[in-house]
């Protein structure tokens, strides 16, 4: 994803203290791949709470992300319905994964049967939390495409 033509931030506590699991790659790497992290000024710390008072269900972290997001006016990506929620009703542009597959597949930077596999490992796994409906129709449209040798 580090190849599109995106600018990729995190707020620096969720760099320090949320990201997941990453297997063979460590925070570092996501730097040296084009990660941006950044921190908040005191303003948009006062603003990320005061978010987390009027929505219980966003942690401080989300909080911290929609702020960002707002405040750098950067779209929000994010696969969380809270959050989502959230971000669209302060007008913040919101996209998920699926929209940067999409975007992986328009400037081919992944092979479409190495993204066909790892939809279905998504479709597959009931910890995704990917519209099925939208999943399933990428799933279909990819596995009917007849791919160049």
């Not at 063979?24 to 008072?53: H, Q």
């Not at 479709?123 to 999943?135: G, K, M």
């Given at each position: 994803?580090?190849?599109?033509?995106?600018?990729?931030?995190?707020?620096?506590?969720?760099?320090?203290?949320?990201?997941?699991?990453?297997?063979?790659?460590?925070?570092?790497?996501?730097?040296?791949?084009?990660?941006?992290?950044?921190?908040?000024?005191?303003?948009?710390?006062m603003?990320?709470?005061t978010y987390?008072?009027?929505?219980?269900?966003?942690?401080?972290?989300?909080?911290?992300a929609?702020?960002?997001?707002?405040s750098?006016?950067?779209?929000?990506?994010t696969?969380?319905?809270?959050?989502?929620?959230?971000?669209?009703?302060?007008?913040?542009?919101?996209?998920?994964?699926?929209?940067?597959?999409?975007?992986?597949?328009?400037?081919?930077?992944v092979?479409?049967?190495?993204?066909?596999?790892?939809?279905?490992?998504?479709?597959?796994?009931?910890?995704?939390?990917?519209?099925?409906?939208?999943?399933?129709?990428r799933?279909?449209?990819?596995s009917?495409?007849?791919?160049?040798p």
């Amino acid at each position: 994803m580090f190849h599109l033509p995106f600018k990729f931030v995190v707020p620096d506590v969720l760099f320090e203290e949320e990201l997941i699991d990453l297997g063979e790659y460590s925070r570092d790497d996501l730097i040296k791949f084009g990660l941006n992290v950044e921190a908040l000024d005191s303003d948009d710390v006062m603003n990320a709470y005061t978010y987390r008072s009027k929505c219980r269900r966003l942690s401080v972290v989300d909080c911290f992300a929609l702020v960002l997001s707002s405040s750098k006016r950067y779209a929000l990506l994010t696969g969380d319905q809270t959050m989502r929620t959230s971000a669209e009703a302060d007008g913040i542009e919101v996209h998920g994964v699926l929209w940067i597959i999409d975007h992986m597949i328009s400037k081919k930077i992944v092979p479409p049967e190495r993204i066909l596999e790892a939809l279905k490992k998504m479709y597959a796994d009931p910890r995704c939390h990917v519209p099925d409906l939208e999943l399933t129709q990428r799933i279909h449209k990819l596995s009917t495409h007849r791919f160049p040798p």
